[in-house]
């Protein structure tokens, strides 16, 4: 959260982070050039695609065959979450006779698609509850986002699946007074730009949510939550019902570049295609894309089995609004429509070499998840998590996302960075790829992410040693800690 003072921005305390891990790990490239430039060489990442083992994972859709035999398509996409199925549907729902086929490693729905937060944020992370410096940029990106929301609603009106997406405002609480003044401030400049965003006081937050652990809030009324694991299965109908071929159980292992493109996956068949999309976010860098573009950090998520009303009563959670705090590392909750409470956030950990196998010390992280809900809500002290699950999320280090494409022959297309706003960014980043591949890249030249990537990130050792320093220095010293 930022105020704004002629025009300067103020930066979070999750963007001093960021920004700290790069000058840790930057300050060493110049005497370590040789070894990181070298890294990828030495240091292979392992391609490990873990199961998906939360709650919201319940609800993903029946997986589909594997792809059999070799097929030339027009436009390939790897990776079945939010982002390549959207694409599929926008690009083939607009183009009818493009041939699209969408290669999934595991099952759609099996990376950070179908085990996050459930947050459904507008903006981006760089502009969330915080200024850029042109509000008017920052208003366009922010309707952007809302009317993406509200397509997603009607889509799935269309289609008769219900997601559970819920429009009804989300809240950025504030650990400490200063950033409740802080908060008050940066509102009164946003509601003079045109945001419809609030600021509540402790007894407002209190009647909404029923906790008294914040000292102030920002309320964005388009804001909301959805079910994540229904949310990829409703965008996996969609893609399906316009003609989108889907095969999953299909992991690509290597990527030729050229025109046609190559795609080869693990069981043997191949598909050539003029352009391919890579929908894989923190999976980019194990087929040797944009690993230097984005960091994994490993992020952790429980949920109660189902309270009763009376339960729910007694903490006072009357309106169903989900929240954030104002932590470098952010806290999140939510009550989901059958009364579940989960929290995920908090600390993260980033393994070495962009691992994606779950820490040893990730108990320690579930129990600093139970202790931070029973601080939050003290009714909830002793209620056990029914699931709880981890899992790599891709962070830029300036929080901005990035969508374009690249390659010697420019039919190489990604979408990446979304630091914690996926769950709404990646449908329209779909909308953008879809556009982008069709030639239409002019209607989304005042994007602001547009054909660009994420601040440069060195190669291991350096990123490991850089991440790391940044974490432990603001763990020790952030200042939004109540």
Known sequence: ???????????????????????????????????????????PEEMIFEPNPSYWARALPAVNP??????????????????????????????????????????????????????????????????????????????????????????????????????????????????????RRYIEKARAAGFPSEFWDKHRIGEAIGTNAYEGALFDPNSGQVHPGKLVGLFKVAAESVGVEIFEQSQIIHVVEGDPIKAVTKNGPTVRARSLVLATNAYSSKLGYLRRAVTPVFDYVG??????????????????????????????????????????????????????????????????????????????????????WSGSVDMSLDETPAVGRMGKHENLYYAIGFSGHGVNLTSVFGRVLADLIAGKSADWNWLPYLDRLPPYTPNEPLRWLGVNLALGYYRLTDPSKP
């Open 303 to 388: 949920i109660t089995a189902p309270l009763s009303e009376s339960r729910i009563s007694e903490i006072g959670w009357r309106k169903r609004i989900p929240f954030n705090d104002t932590r470098t590392e952010v806290f999140y909750l939510g009550l989901t429509k059958d009364n579940r409470v989960h929290i995920g956030g908090g600390p993260v950990d980033y393994v070495f070499n962009n691992g994606f196998q779950e820490p040893a010390n990730s108990e320690k992280r579930y129990a600093t998840l139970r202790s931070e809900l029973g601080r939050i809500f003290p009714e909830l002290a002793a209620e056990p998590f029914e699931t709880k």
């Open 1 to 43: 959260m930022t105020t704004m003072n002629d025009g300067k921005e103020k930066e979070s305390t999750r963007r001093k982070f960021l920004k700290t891990a790069a000058i840790a790990t930057a300050g060493t490239v110049a005497g370590a050039a040789g070894i990181n430039a070298v890294s990828p060489d030495v240091l």
């Open 66 to 183: 594997a792809l059999r035999k070799d097929v030339e398509v027009d436009v390939a996409i790897i990776g079945g979450g939010f982002t390549g199925l959207s694409a599929g549907y926008y690009l083939k729902k607009a183009f009818p006779k493009v041939q699209v086929v969408l290669l999934e490693a595991k099952r759609c729905g099996n990376g950070a698609s179908g085990r996050n937060g459930a947050m459904m944020l507008t903006a981006t992370a760089d502009r969330y509850m915080q200024g850029s410096g042109n509000a008017s940029l920052d208003k366009r990106i922010y309707d952007l986002t809302v009317e993406n929301i509200r397509s997603l609603k009607e889509l799935s009106a269309t289609l008769g699946i219900d997601a559970e997406i819920e429009q009804d405002g989300a809240l950025q609480v504030c650990n400490t007074r200063e950033m409740a003044e802080e908060g």
